[in-house]
């Protein structure tokens, strides 16, 4: 092989390299159109200890809904029952003790831990019914503290509170800005604290039967959501192949090579 065909072949090997397109920057590519799939088994947020709660309750009885709503006292003139109960909703919170249960008005211990928003809104309504409280209440639920955190490479890491009961990591990574285009799609993991073990799923957004069938796909309170980068990243971390991966570099790699190869060709 002659220093021509040498050349020819350097100079159609970085123009290659140069123009290559990247891959697995889109998520779930081969998702066909009108295409139905079974996730998993979607509970929303089972609530557990420690986490914290707003609830609040109405009935046909003003009196009755002071009470149950913990309303905040005010010896003020003009200040009315609707305006306490209305102010206290941002105060009423109830903590999950670590046994599961909260300590509610006139009801007493209530088991919280295991059941969802709306499972515990039920289990209150009938508490209640069953101690002769209220037999006409409405019961709101709502989180205080309940969220998760996404890390790693995406635009903005940091901790969120859950929007829906059934939040999935789509939802996550968009609530954060979305994964950078550096960001490895085929392994995002999702730590899962649940009492004193750790669990770790990694998710292929790139498969999506594989990644709405994974119990990780809908979010629990206190998940890690992280996002690794890609190779592409992972070898900018060192100074020399900073440089070859720029696009500068290769531009000049061509520009010396062409030059060459028209001294040559002459």
């Given at each position: 092989m002659n220093i021509k065909t040498l050349l020819k072949t350097g100079c159609l090997v970085l123009l290659l390299a140069s123009c290559t397109t990247p891959k697995n920057v889109s998520y779930i590519p081969?998702?066909?159109?009108?295409?139905?799939?079974?996730?998993?088994?979607?509970?929303?947020?089972?609530?557990?200890?420690?986490?914290r709660l707003s609830i609040i309750v109405n009935t046909k009885s003003a009196e009755l809904n002071n009470v149950l709503n913990m309303p905040v006292t005010s010896q003020i003139i003009g200040y009315t029952e609707v305006q306490?109960?209305?102010?206290?909703?941002?105060?009423?919170?109830?903590?999950?003790?670590?046994?599961?249960y909260i300590d509610f008005p006139l009801v007493g211990k209530v088991k919280a831990a295991g059941l969802t928003r709306s499972g515990l809104a039920e289990h209150l309504k009938q508490?209640?019914?069953?101690?002769?409280?209220?037999?006409?209440?409405?019961?709101?639920?709502?989180?205080?503290?309940?969220?998760?955190?996404?890390?790693?490479?995406?635009?903005?890491?940091?901790?969120?509170?859950?929007?829906?009961?059934?939040?999935?990591?789509?939802?996550?990574?968009?609530?954060?800005?979305?994964?950078?285009?550096?960001?490895?799609?085929?392994?995002?993991?999702?730590i899962r604290t649940d009492?004193?073990?750790?669990?770790?799923?990694?998710?292929?957004?790139q498969d999506h039967q594989a990644m709405i069938a994974s119990p990780g796909y809908y979010l629990q309170q206190n998940d890690i959501v992280y996002v690794d980068p890609n190779h592409y990243k992972k070898r900018q971390s060192t100074a020399n192949a900073s440089e070859i991966t720029k696009a500068s570099f290769w531009l000049s790699a061509i520009s010396v090579l062409t030059t060459v190869a028209v001294l040559v060709f002459k």
């Open positions: 081969n998702w066909a159109e009108g295409e139905s799939l079974i996730t998993a088994e979607a509970k929303g947020i089972v609530l557990k200890p420690a986490d306490s109960i209305s102010q206290s909703r941002g105060a009423s919170g109830y903590t999950i003790d670590p046994e599961g508490t209640m019914q069953e101690k002769n409280v209220a037999t006409d209440a409405v019961v709101t639920v709502e989180y205080i503290n309940l969220g998760f955190s996404v890390l790693g490479d995406v635009l903005t890491p940091g901790f969120y509170q859950f929007s829906s009961d059934q939040l999935n990591v789509l939802q996550a990574l968009s609530m954060a800005g979305d994964m950078n285009i550096t960001g490895d799609r085929e392994h995002v993991k999702v009492g004193d073990k750790q669990e770790v799923y990694v998710l292929n957004l």
